[in-house]
């Protein structure tokens, strides 16, 4: 599969003279993880969300006023448009970078992220398991019952692109398998690069009520808005700046989610699991005849870069989780980190 399809054309570029407030604001306004950093009409850098840690790392002073170009990323790794998919989703991965200028010739044509490359596999189960649900629905209008095994057969291949699926079909998140597997990934980068990793199990309180109350289907539409507040796609709550493209949403199962947030600590993750808290607690989901009040708990654990693994962060989060419920529910707590005080 060639590139080209996937190219965000006429990408957002600042000039290389351009200060660091001015370039941060282009990145808060366009809610994008990276700008192309332009000298003359050349590529002169990239500068990323991950640039802009090491500047707030740091311990320069007065930075804002400064040209962008003194803490981009020069001579960035970039792809040409008739590349191959495949081969850019390896060069990104290889070199551990999330965003990737793409070039025709020496120009400029745009610019790719890995999770626009990641959706393709995505898509691509989904365009299957549609094509397959089709061809079911025409063979049992053919065969009737006259050939059970055959159309038994069909519906398991059916069953195995549903598994595949990365997304879960009534939210519309990342599902368990997707989380699972790029959370297996954050933890070998943030081991190979010594960064802190941290993840978020949260739970809705007494969802089983609701279900007996207002029914499966009511249950059904409130999993569905609370993923939307959880991935930052309910504009007038205000908690889209608490997520960012890096961090990844999914939900476990049942009405448990998780959240991975690469380079954030458990500190930094505890705000982010206060904010969607707060956000939850103060929504009212007004689903047919009726308005509804909820809350959730949040348990916060942080990658022990030592030691740890994917499964003891999530055994980590998930405890951090049920010591929320056991202390009141609708709160956030903390795994203690090795040698520190657990958060309250």
Known sequence: MKLAKWVTEDPVTVDSSATLAESVRVMTVRNIGAVLVLSGDG????????????????????????PVSSFMTTSPICAKVDEDYNDVYMKMKANNIRHIPILDGERLVGIVSIRDLSNVYQNKLESDFQGARKQLEKLRELLGESDTDRVLILMQEIERYRELSLTDELTGLFNKRYFMDRLKEEVARARRNSQHLSLIFCDIDHFKRINDTYGHSVGDRVLMEIGGI???????????????????????????????????????????????????EKHLFQIKDYEIKLTMSF??????????????????????????????????????????????
Request: proline fraction near 2%; charge should be negative; include cysteine.
């Open 43 to 66: 590529l002169a850098g990239i500068f990323t969300e991950r640039d802009l840690l090491k500047v707030l790392a740091s311990d320069a002073a007065d930075v804002l006023d400064k």
């Open 230 to 280: 959880l991935a930052g796609q309910i504009d007038e709550l205000n908690v889209i700046s608490r997520l960012r493209k890096s961090d990844i949403v999914a939900r476990y199962g049942g009405e448990e989610f998780v959240v991975i947030l690469p380079e954030t600590d458990n500190s930094g993750a505890f705000l982010a699991a206060e904010k969607m808290r707060n956000s939850i």
């Open 299 to 344: 348990g916060v654990a942080q990658l022990c870069l030592e030691s740890g693994d994917f499964r003891e962060l999530i055994k980590h989060a998930d405890e951090a989780m049920y010591l929320a419920k056991s202390s009141g529910r609708n709160c956030v707590k903390i795994y203690p980190v090795a040698g520190r005080k657990a958060n309250p």
